[in-house]
Nanobody, 134 residues
Framework: QVQLVESGGGSVQPGGSLRLSCAAS????????IGWFRQSPGKKREAVSC????????YNDDSIEGRFSISLNNAKNAMTLQLSSLRPEDTGVYYC???????????????????????????WGQGTQVTVSS
């Protein structure tokens, strides 16, 4: 069983930075995507950023392009999201989630599908709060 444990998060002022980490274990294949999903107050959960363990390709939501950076250490199954130039609208609970890659699916398709619960087998962490406020 895949387990995901998040760390990081907290409260920062606008323009600040944070780092979120997700420690993963239990994968039975090296072909999976893993990423971050945000649940903001009054909004639906959205895909923020994902990365493929197979080829390193990433998907980033337009709202975070150029500000957030995702990376994956395959050897350690450790995934990190570096958040910079944070804005109040980045506030929310950030969840780490993962799924095995479906044949022929791109990283973007897998990430967006994961975010809207379209996949039969997916794995989620417990979430970590990020608050951006002055």
């Amino acid at each position: 069983q895949v387990q995901l444990v998040e760390s990081g998060g907290g409260s920062v002022q606008p323009g600040g930075s944070l780092r979120l980490s997700c420690a993963a274990s239990g994968f039975t294949s090296n072909d999976y995507i893993i990423g971050w999903f945000r649940q903001s107050p009054g909004k639906k959960r959205e895909a923020v950023s994902c990365i493929s363990s197979k080829d390193g390709r990433t998907y980033n939501d337009d709202s975070i392009e150029g500000r957030f950076s995702i990376s994956l250490n395959n050897a350690k199954n450790a995934m990190t999201l570096q958040l910079s130039s944070l804005r109040p609208e980045d506030t929310g609970v950030y969840y780490c989630a993962a799924a095995y890659i479906l044949e022929g699916a791109t990283t973007a398709v897998m990430c967006l599908s994961l975010g809207v619960d379209l996949l039969d087998d997916d794995y989620w962490g417990q979430g970590t709060q990020v608050t951006v406020s002055s």
